[in-house]
């Protein structure tokens, strides 16, 4: 498990590696990514991408964690870690900007097309369906799993 800071809004990403990489830009090389205190491994983890931190500096748990040798590497507040995070924060303000649907914030058990849905104070026990490819975007002021 990876632990860093969260938002109170998330998103489910199912687009073509173009779409995606405008969308996120250079956060879209970013596996995972973390802002302060820091970013934590507690175990076994196998990362797919770079690991990056910023502003803070720690990164912690590499070993055991690992990446995926090609794929990536840590990033300890370093200028790519810093436009990773930038790039981020656009994306988040662009997707929170969009206009949702509403839903009933027990996402297990619904079906979703692509599209734009807000959620509220949402849960996430059960299997939550995204039938098709395209854009989904959950807004939620809180997700419990």
């Not at 803070?56 to 990446?67: R, V």
């Not at 990033?75 to 930038?86: E, K, L, P, V, Y």
């Not at 807000?118 to 490819?133: C, E, F, I, V, Y």
Request: cysteine-free; proline content about 7%.
């Amino acid at each position: 498990m990876v632990r860093g800071a969260a938002a109170g809004f998330a998103a489910r990403l199912l687009v073509s590696a173009s779409a995606l990489a405008q969308l996120l830009g250079t956060a879209a090389d970013v596996a995972v990514l973390g802002a302060t205190p820091n970013v934590t491994n507690t175990g076994l983890s196998v990362i797919p991408g770079n690991v990056g931190v910023w502003p803070a500096l720690s990164i912690t748990g590499f070993p055991p964690g690992s990446i995926v040798p090609g794929t990536g590497f840590l990033h300890f507040g370093d200028t790519i870690a810093q436009q990773a995070q930038s790039d981020t924060t656009t994306a988040y303000t662009t997707l929170a900007g969009l206009s949702g649907t509403s839903i009933p914030p027990a996402l297990g058990g619904q079906t979703l097309t692509p599209g734009v849905y807000s959620a509220g104070a949402a849960d996430l026990t059960g299997t939550l369906t995204l039938n098709g490819p395209g854009l989904y975007v959950i807004q939620t002021t809180a997700l419990t799993t």
